[in-house]
């Protein structure tokens, strides 16, 4: 059980430097997304569900949704096929 606390820490720690040197917003995003996940697991090993449920609803889940749909608005995420990508190929 030690081993996986330890497992569990590095990889928060690692994603939380890993959101700020990514390059793109996308990946910064998925990121993000994944360490809300784990944080998630931490607090049902602290055997406090209710705050894990609300961090893998509201953390993880809600706030990715909207920050996808704040890249998707501001055209950091591109459609593929687009008029965009159309007139960078030429």
């Known amino acids: 059980m030690e081993a ?18 990514a390059k793109s917003l996308l990946s910064s995003v998925i990121i993000f997304m994944s360490q809300g996940l784990a944080m998630s697991i931490v607090w049902i090993m602290l055997r406090s569900p209710d705050l894990a449920i609300t961090e893998a609803a509201v953390g993880a889940g809600i706030s990715s949704l909207l920050m996808f749909v704040t890249l998707k608005k501001i055209h950091a995420i591109k459609e593929e096929g687009s008029p965009e990508e159309d007139a960078e190929e030429e």
């Open 4 to 21: 996986l606390n330890v497992i569990l820490l590095v990889f928060i720690l690692v994603c939380a430097i890993a959101v700020g040197r």
